[in-house]
């Protein structure tokens, strides 16, 4: 299994951007899906979580409003559009799946994920 992040960059205050996250090797309508991020000198946190069927979407309060989280499963992808940016928004930004299971599913936890990309650098100047 594979994902990876991309999209990130150098942005100012108020700006956009949208990450894609791109898997491969598994069945990707099958996986719950989430965007985590760590900030410098902090642990890393939940931003917004789907649905496999993309039916649900959750998103941690710091981003309501501002970001949207998406996903195409034809295209095994997964996306992150992130508006009205903010400085404490910088960061790397890394998806996370995991496989449905019979068990609930907690979004904001990423000790239930079982895999990672690698993150992408987002930086919102100020």
């Known amino acids: 299994v594979q994902l990876q992040a991309f999209g990130g960059g150098l942005v100012q205050t108020g700006g956009s951007l949208r990450l894609s996250c791109a898997a491969s090797?598994?069945?990707?309508?099958?996986?719950?899906l989430g965007w985590f991020r760590q900030a410098p000198g902090k642990e890393r946190e939940f931003v917004a979580g789907?649905?496999?069927?993309?039916?649900?979407?959750y998103y941690a309060d710091p981003v309501k409003g501002r970001f949207t989280i998406s996903r195409d499963n034809a295209k095994n992808t997964m996306y992150l559009q992130m508006d009205s940016l903010k400085p404490e928004d910088t960061g790397p930004y890394y998806c996370?799946?995991?496989?449905?299971?019979?068990?609930?599913?907690?979004?904001?936890?990423?000790?239930?994920?079982?895999?990672w990309g690698q993150g992408t650098e987002v930086t919102v100047s100020s």
């Open positions: 996370a799946a995991r496989l449905l299971r019979t068990s609930g599913w907690l979004p904001a936890s990423g000790l239930q994920y079982d895999y």
């Open positions: 090797r598994l069945t990707f309508s099958m996986y719950n």
């Open positions: 789907i649905s496999a069927n993309g039916g649900s979407t």
